[in-house]
Nanobody, 124 residues
């Protein structure tokens, strides 16, 4: 059974940085993987995705501030978040699918495997 476990969430002041990691096991690493977030009262949105060709896509709201990466030796998916804003506060979840290529930043319906989520809170 595929397992995804996030870590690295927490509280930070606006302008600060956080790095999220997602440990993925029992998965053909390198296929389409992504980070999503969901704030209270809002729909889940795709934040960033990366596929087997290392093509990276980002939501407009995080371009230039967030970087998605993967470590094949450690089987981890990472999200470096810089210049954080209060509106970035949400529960962040990693997700994976059996498809090699991602369709854009990612739609939640495209992903089969999900982590439990980690809270990110940015104070002003």
């Amino acid at each position: 059974q595929v397992q995804l476990v996030e870590s690295g969430g927490g509280s930070v002041q606006a302008g600060g940085s956080l790095r999220l990691s997602c440990a993925i096991s029992r998965f053909s690493f390198g296929r389409c993987m992504a980070w999503f977030r969901q704030a209270p009262g809002k729909e889940r949105e795709g934040v960033a995705s990366i596929d087997i060709g290392d093509n990276r896509r980002y939501a407009d709201s995080v371009k230039g501030r967030f970087t998605i990466s993967k470590d094949k030796t450690e089987n981890t998916l990472n999200l470096q978040m810089n210049s954080l804003k209060p509106e970035d506060s949400a529960i962040y979840s990693c997700a994976a699918t059996n498809d090699f290529w991602c369709r854009g930043v990612g739609s939640a319906a495209d992903f089969v495997y999900w982590g439990q989520g980690t809270q990110v809170t940015v104070s002003s």
